[in-house]
């Protein structure tokens, strides 16, 4: 299955089924530090060679989301998904939307695509949407709810759903979700058409990569949606990736904040058939900023205690697993700091501050 940047809980039902993945990202999008406006862009020459060299029956369909989670939150733009579209057209193969961030996507498109600067939220994205056969969304992003969502306009992709429906869902009316939830996920799905509301997310985090960019602390450039993300190969270069950066500098930075931040590298990737570790292309730590959840004060917060963190970052040390699930580990699975550096590290941090914060 082609894709822009693999997903963890799509590559694992794609492997749970027996299929592969290929990542068709374009040369720049792994420069973590750039100006590349839409690095989730799809390389077309790329999908191309791929079908070619699998042929149309082994592809079921190319899946672009929106926006590349693990690769910070990085859009593509609709002249890409336009191309991707004409793509599929000439073989004949679905293309399948993941939604999940498709309204701040929309945002930076209209930002930086000059082609949709006079266009409102709505026609943008009702063109996305309107380039797929089957979107689908995680509500929890999309519209600030609970559950998701499988939309299309294909009365065939439609009924050959319809019989799975009950079978992993509920009744095809509610879909297991209830009418409450549902009218909520509706306000949030128009809150995708008010720039002034979907503008937020991607305001804050711009902000707080500019102000961590210029503070030296190594971040992903250019600001992208779903959250602020920091290149914790960087910031943590003294440890190896086997001992998992990422997942290290959020341990670190919740020891001295209390805040929670997410890994994104080689703990959210799996092993091979020889168990070793697949290293992730990028370490990352993501502080996700969802709208109308935070203050711009608590942004803050983070930025200063993310600076001391940059200056004590060689007390911060690595991870091991205690526990691992054979399946998607980083959701329920253990570690264990692989020395007594989160005590060193506190006690630095009482050192400096006391018991005043
Ligand atoms: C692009 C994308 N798709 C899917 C998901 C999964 O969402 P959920 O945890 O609601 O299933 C995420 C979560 O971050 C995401 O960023």
């Not at 128009?190 to 991607?202: F, G, K, N, R, V």
């Amino acid at each position: 299955m082609p894709t822009n940047y693999h997903f963890t809980t799509t590559l694992a039902h794609v492997m749970e089924r027996g299929g592969v993945i290929e990542e068709l990202y374009h040369d720049r999008a792994l420069v973590l530090h750039s100006d590349h406006p839409f690095k989730g862009n799809m390389d077309i020459d790329k999908l191309e060679a791929c079908i070619q060299r699998h042929g149309v029956d082994k592809i079921p369909f190319v899946r672009m989301e929106a926006s590349t989670n693990l690769i910070g939150g990085q859009p593509f733009s609709i002249r890409n998904l336009m191309d991707v579209r004409a793509v599929c057209d000439k073989y004949g193969i679905m293309l399948v939307l993941d939604a999940s961030l498709l309204g701040e996507n929309a945002f930076l498109v209209k930002q930086r695509e000059d082609a949709w600067k006079e266009n409102t939220m709505g026609d943008i994205l009702r063109t996305m949407t309107g380039l797929a056969d089957l979107v689908y969304f995680s509500a929890r992003k999309l519209s600030s709810s609970r559950g998701g969502g499988i939309c299309t306009n294909r009365r065939d992709i439609y009924t050959k759903m319809e019989a799975l429906i009950p079978l992993f869902e509920g009744f095809l009316t509610y879909g297991g979700i209830s009418v409450r939830e549902i009218e909520a996920m509706a306000v949030g799905l128009y809150e995708t058409l008010d720039e002034t509301m979907i503008s937020q997310s991607p305001t804050f985090i711009k902000y707080m990569v500019e102000q961590l960019d210029a503070a030296g602390i190594p971040v992903i450039t250019p600001p992208g949606v779903l959250g602020c993300h920091i290149d914790a190969g960087k910031f943590c270069e003294h440890i190896p990736q086997a001992e998992y950066p990422a997942g290290a500098l959020a341990a670190a930075l919740y020891l001295i904040s209390g805040v929670r931040a997410m890994e994104r590298g080689t703990i959210s990737s799996i092993r091979d058939e020889e168990g070793n570790d697949v290293l992730a292309d990028a370490e990352l730590l993501r502080l996700a900023v969802p709208r109308r959840v935070f203050t711009l004060s608590q942004v803050n917060y983070v930025i200063d205690r993310l600076q001391w963190l940059w200056d004590n970052r060689e007390l911060i040390g690595g991870l091991k697993f205690t526990y691992e699930p054979p399946v998607l580990r980083f959701f329920m699975g253990g570690l264990a700091p692989t020395s007594d550096w989160p005590d060193r590290l506190v006690s630095k941090f009482r050192k400096d501050f006391g018991d005043s914060l």
